[in-house]
């Protein structure tokens, strides 16, 4: 079967941002107060954790699923699995605006799915053995994780720039490893990278969660 991947497609696809500004800060989406009803009695902050680390796991898991078809040209599953990896896109940025209000949701939504277009570009350089195109992609995921960190920091003291950069280029660079070994056809290889990298997004999720909980301690309980 001919390889067909087409980044206007996948782009369409899997981000759908138009738009959306995704270099609003937490601090500015912030400053509208969230007119959604929350209950009063605090949330176990092992809950939050148990959440966010279950969503996170599945971002890395649909991320491959969905590289895994596009380079193996099978469209129909592609499609399935990049609706899904956005469904949980969207999960992701309702557990933030729960905290953080509606204008941080949208803004955390925007920024996430930036980087998945950017694998959406380094998938495509690896379909098409342009190394180029994959310089520029990797290029573009390790300066994104410093406005993620920016982001983040931005919200909440308790999580550093530098700490939560350092943590998503970890993310960016074990499922780099998936997607060589996916382009490579070394399926065994692939799922053994995907392991890690579902298992490095404990180490997001964790100290994510910690740091909100230790932000809000109203609204998280036994942190």
Known sequence: MKLRIHRAALVATVIATSG???????????????????????????????????????????????????????????????????ANSVDLSKAIGMVYGAGAESAFLALWRKHIGFFVDYATGVATKDNAKQD??????????????????????????????????????????????????????AYTALRAAAGHMMMIADPLAMAIAKQFPQKFANY
């Open 136 to 189: 520029k992609a990797v290029k573009d995921l390790v300066g994104y994780t410093q406005d993620f960190g920016a982001f983040l920091a931005s919200a909440n003291p308790n999580l550093p720039k530098a700490v939560v950069a350092d943590l998503v280029k970890t993310h960016v660079l074990t499922l780099k490893d998936v997607v060589d070994a996916q382009g490579m056809g070394d399926q065994k290889k």
């Open 20 to 86: 959306i500004a995704a270099a609003t800060s937490f601090a500015a989406a912030t400053n509208t107060p969230s007119h959604t009803t929350h209950s009063t009695s605090p949330i176990p902050a092992a809950e939050l954790r148990a959440k966010l680390n279950t969503l996170l796991q599945e971002h890395a898991y649909l991320a491959a699923g969905a590289t895994n078809a596009a380079l193996g040209g099978r469209q129909a599953e592609f499609q399935a699995a990049a609706g899904a990896l956005d």
